[in-house]
């Protein structure tokens, strides 16, 4: 994990040291920890993460363990020299790539998948197994699937039964076509028939000897015990593959021999397409993808490029784009952040939901649009409704569909002063430039900050003839919180113009004075200023550390877990970040470059693993 | 949304018929019933942020012993004012304070960890080290009941945190989902039997097929993958056990609750107040009708609240959390954060425990009902001194009706004994084994 060393900021704190329990290594297994904790205001402390294995950058293991730090630290920052991005990426080595733990399934993917299998949409998150999102202090930026438990395994057989029952009257669309209503005996080749075309979309990849032979002994049974008719033994064949460990994992393992590169191992065309698949489109591959793999065209970076590019270009992947923007600063969380009535009475779920909306509409149209990654920290061209109109003081605005709108330049200006940041970040009651500085600082810098000491006093309460940046500064002054918040507050402040739903204003509510929205933030190894937000994004979008650690947020994504801690990821970020940067910050040339790296091509075998 | 055609409850019930009904099946005489040979149950409800001292603990004043008709109990318990009879509180000996300290925390170490509790309060393991209690009867009323049903796990807070624990490290998944919950335990109570056959067949034909592919799948698999399909096989046959199980309904009447929490989910607090008490409906409706015996309900998850307001009491901000932070200005909005919680929530259970007639008492007398929390007052995530309350004599086992004093610090782990004793396990220890012993000879009838 990719940190960056405080103590040259003079912070007290110390990472990864007592009970901060920094986040973990990229080992393979699938822990479910879930760090947890206080913090004044971020609520972010102890990790507890209760992982027996060491997890996909499942953070702290256990209770007061200490955290690593790290492939790779930062330097110290220093001051009046030249700019350092303290993001290293070294070792770096070309013939590395690191692990793919089996994962099952996200909730996400599993609705997708049925949509594109079945045709089915009548499920929803609630339905299936969901996954760990935490927000806590130096948490997976991104969604993680968690073991299968007794809760999951009932869900997902809820599921399949139901998707059965659907299925019932479309069988036809799953059989041959000459086998709609086959003749008893012509039954069992319709069976056999079924297995073999399906059974490969189900599972995403040709199916061994044995499962053909297993399928078949369960058609039988489903035949006999179970005294079905021909359709119905197939729908039973249905709800039982959509248990699997064929559909349910991501292990689309090609038949015949792993194909061995040195100490790691080359992914085969199927596994490939599944991963691209996946990462772009969040579902299962099309038929031009499975045509790709089945004439082994995904065994070359070129034909990987020629998908990636296809894919890119297809409206699916707009969800993609905008899933990662959503997880990433966790406007998905939304709905859980309640805000005080009385303060903010326009507040409701039709707002919060028109934020999220806009939220992930903009970052599509900026990576589909322009593509440029400044333009994400300074465009001005969004999508809103009318409730989320007058939170912008936007005019103009009716009726229930989202419009086409410029939101005003001087007071607005890329994803970080859209409403549903602001509105994340902010406290029930107002403005919070600690989660706003913290979630600057940790996704959009990677830094790492320590867990919060225990017995640390409350931030005073709102108090007339106190401005908000008066009460923090306060705060800070307490011994024990300055380590931190000497980093996150001063960037967290330059966010002031913005209330706890995102309205600008330019007095402070309690001091009745102007706000002073100037600011620090540690970037590229120099303490940078900022008069307001709008400059702090300036900022953002000409740092290389913003660069690179954008570039690690979209390999992490792509891979769905933390980097290897032994650099075995280095080589790749460094190309994708090096696609990015020449390719003139245009974030598809990003994606694709994670798309065709190496440590997306191709893997460390796990420790135990029978290669075949 | 399942379908009622496979409710998995109108399987069990219906495979229950005739199945050796009343009041309990023989295998279930001992050690795991009472002596008039009704089943015991557990329930652990836990909370968050410790309690106000002077409005949960009786005052010094009152001294040990039984409570008079008199007693008005501390203003946080009002609620359970009408079942005074039926609590056991624990307070120490000459303070309003609790007497129970989380000693594996402390000597791991960390005393103000308040916000990492969760892995302690049901475990006796610093950090979720070992299998909780609600495993470890679970696994004795399987093993010496035949009941493979027992357990039942909810939670308020999806993705939280969890007190249940399978094993050292490995935390059981609540079910935060209400709607799902409800379906599963009580939709399609009226399925013919025929039917019900049939379903048992095929679902267990699927899980068969299912376990046999895992296996093969992780053959070959490194050593962490083959962890995680081991976790997902072992959630199939525990399916497949529940399949086979038969439930043991009480002699008191199974009536399933009214759905008020459809279309409300904790993802978000609009619902929460209904939802919370929807979730105590179930719970005791689930003990009530014997779909489950031992019930974890986890209502908050670490974050102590964060996020969580209280609109219906007029707390919208700030959120619990914080409120616990600011200590003794806090102490009235907390007051009145929790008198809700113990109504919406342990009264709810109470009360309709203690409506369900079992035998010559209720359910409720056949119930330990355990209430805790992760802290002790919570504006510092203190450790020493947490809240425990026991409701429901377990059938005979706890005195009630009683206040106990004790000395300070007691590890949990002795309480966690006793409760194990009371759900009929033969221990003499719960959870780190520095910390053997009990607590009979103070809290035994």
């Known amino acids: 994990m990719f940190s960056l ?119 929803t998150v609630a339905d299936v197994p969901s996954e760990q999102d935490s927000t806590d202090n130096n948490a997976f930026p991104f969604r993680q699937p968690t073991a299968i438990e007794t809760v999951d395994a009932d869900n997902l057989e809820g599921a399949a039964e139901q998707l059965a029952t659907n299925l019932v009257s479309k069988i036809a669309t799953v059989l041959p076509a000459s086998c709609t209503a086959p003749a008893t005996t012509a039954e069992a080749g319709c069976a056999t028939q079924f297995i073999n075309t399906f059974g490969p979309k189900i599972y995403r990849r040709p199916l061994s000897a044995k499962e053909v032979t297993d399928l078949t002994t369960l058609y039988q049974t489903g035949r006999t015990t179970l005294a079905l008719t021909f359709t119905g033994a197939i729908d039973f064949l249905v709800e039982a593959m959509l248990q699997s460990p064929g559909f349910i994992y991501h292990w689309e393992k090609d038949p015949g021999t792993t194909i061995k590169s040195g100490s790691i191992v080359q992914l085969g065309n199927y596994q490939l397409a599944n991963r691209l698949s996946y990462f772009l489109w969040g579902s299962m591959p099309d038929t031009a993808l499975f045509a790709a793999a089945a004439a082994g065209q995904l065994s070359t970076v070129d034909g990987v490029q020629t998908q990636v590019t296809r894919m890119l270009a297809d409206p699916k992947a707009q969800d993609t784009m905008a899933d990662f923007f959503d997880d990433l600063l966790d406007v998905n969380t939304l709905p859980t952040r309640p805000k005080d009535a009385t303060v903010y009475p326009m507040y409701n779920a039709t707002l919060s939901t028109a934020m999220e909306t806009e939220f992930r509409s903009f970052g599509v149209s900026i990576v589909s649009g322009s593509g440029l990654f400044s333009d994400l ?5 969004s999508s809103v409704t009318q409730p989320l109109a007058t939170v912008y003081g936007l005019t103009g605005v009716t009726g229930t569909a989202a419009k086409a709108v410029t939101l005003n330049a001087a007071q607005r200006g890329g994803i970080l002063t859209l409403a549903g940041f602001l509105t994340i970040t902010g406290e029930t009651n107002g403005s919070d430039p600690v989660r706003r500085g913290h979630d600057i600082y940790t996704r959009l810098l990677c830094g790492v900050l320590p867990n919060p000491p225990p017995s640390v006093p409350p931030v005073p309460a709102p108090t007339a003839g106190i401005s908000t940046r008066q009460r923090f500064i306060t705060h800070d002054q307490n011994a024990c919180t300055a380590g931190c918040h000497t980093v996150m507050d001063p960037i967290g402040f330059g966010f002031e113009n913005y209330d706890g739903i995102g309205q600008y204003r330019t007095i402070d509510p309690d001091a009745k004075t102007a706000i002073d929205a100037s600011g620090t933030i540690p970037l590229d190894g120099q303490i940078k200023t900022f008069t307001n937000a709008l400059q702090l994004g300036s ?61 997306f091509r191709y893997r460390l075998p796990a420790t135990g693993e029978v290669l075949q | 949304m399942r379908s009622d055609r496979y409710s998995r409850r109108a399987l069990l019930k219906a495979m229950g018929i005739g199945a050796g009904f009343l009041p309990l099946l023989n295998a279930e005489r001992s050690p795991a019933a009472t002596a008039s040979g009704f089943p015991t149950r557990f329930i652990s409800i ?96 399987a093993s010496t009941a035949g009941v493979t049903n027992a357990q039942l796990n909810v939670g308020g807070r999806p993705g939280g945190s969890s007190t249940s624990y399978r094993a050292a490290g490995q935390k059981n998944t609540s079910q935060t989902n209400m709607s799902t919950l409800f379906s599963s335990l009580f939709a399609g109570q009226s399925m013919p039997v025929a039917q019900v056959n049939a379903l048992f067949q095929r679902r267990k034909s699927v899980l068969d097929f299912v376990s046999t592919e895992l296996t093969t799948f992780a053959a070959n698999l490194g050593t962490d993958d083959k962890i995680t399909v081991q976790n997902h096989l072992d959630s199939v046959r525990q399916l497949e056990s529940q399949l086979q199980s038969s439930s043991s309904p009480s002699t008191g009447t199974c009536t399933a609750p009214a759905n008020t929490g459809a ?45 969580l307001n209280f609109p219906w009491l007029n707390i919208s901000s700030p959120d619990y959390h914080a409120i616990a932070h600011q200590g003794v200005s806090g102490y009235t909005q907390k007051t009145a954060i929790d008198q809700w919680f113990y109504k919406a929530c342990v009264a709810e259970v109470v009360t309709k425990l203690a409506a369900a007639p079992e035998g010559s008492g209720t359910v409720l007398d056949n119930t330990c009902i355990l209430v805790s929390s992760d802290m002790n007052i919570g504006n ?56 053997t012993g009990d607590l009979d000879s103070s809290l035994k009838a």
């Open chain 2, 263 to 307: 279309g409300l989910s904790f993802s978000n607090n609009s619902g929460y107040n209904t939802l919370i008490t929807f979730m105590a409906d179930i719970v005791a409706a689930a003990v009530i009708c014997g779909k489950a015996r031992c019930v974890t309900m986890d209502l908050i998850d670490d974050g102590g609240g964060n996020s």
């Open chain 2, 380 to 435: 510092n995530h203190d450790v020493m001194g947490i809240p425990y309350l026991i409701i429901g004599s377990c059938g005979g086992f706890f005195k009630t009706g009683q206040l106990v004093t004790l000395p300070s610090a007691v590890p949990n782990n002795q309480l966690l004994t006793s409760i194990a004793h009371a759900m009929g396990l033969q221990v003499t220890g719960f959870g780190n084994t520095k910390y």
């Open chain 1, 539 to 599: 900022l953002l979008a000409t740092s290389p550390q913003a660069q690179t650690c954008f570039s690690i947020e979209w390999m992490r994504y792509a891979l769905n877990r933390w980097e290897d801690t032994g650099g075995a990821d280095n080589y790749s970020i460094q190309s994708a970040l090096t696609a990015f940067q020449s390719g003139g910050l245009n974030i598809r040339s990003l994606i694709a470059a994670v798309a065709t790296s190496q440590t």
């Open chain 1, 5 to 123: 060393a405080l103590a040259g900021l003079g912070c007290k704190g110390v990472i990864g040291t007592g009970d901060t329990g920094g986040p973990g290594g990229s080992g393979s297994g699938s822990g479910t920890g879930s760090g947890s904790g206080s913090g004044n205001s971020i609520g972010s402390t102890t990790g507890s993460g209760s992982a027996t294995g060491t997890g996909i950058g499942a953070n702290p293991g256990t209770g007061s363990s200490t955290g690593s730090t790290g492939g790779s630290t930062g330097t110290d920052a220093g001051t009046g020299s030249e700019p350092t991005n303290p993001l290293t990426l070294t070792p770096a080595s070309p013939t590395t790539a690191g692990l793919q733990p089996v994962q099952r399934l996200t909730s996400r993917e599993y609705l997708n998948t049925i949509r594109d299998l079945l045709a089915d949409t009548t499920l």
């Open chain 2, 46 to 141: 836990t909370w968050t942020n410790g309690a106000v001292p002077p409005n949960f603990y009786l005052p010094t004043s009152v001294s040990a012993g039984p409570l008079a008709t008199t007693t008005t109990l501390p203003s946080v318990l009002s609620s359970l004012q009408p079942y005074m009879s039926k609590l056991l509180l624990m307070r120490s000996a000459n303070t309003q304070t609790s007497p129970f300290n989380l000693s594996v925390m402390v000597d791991a170490g960390n005393t103000f960890g308040g916000h990492s509790a969760y892995g302690s309060i049901l475990t006796g393991f610093n950090a979720g080290g070992g299998p909780s209690l609600d495993t470890a009867i679970s696994s004795n009323l």
């Open chain 1, 377 to 381: 920290f300074s465009s001005t061209s």
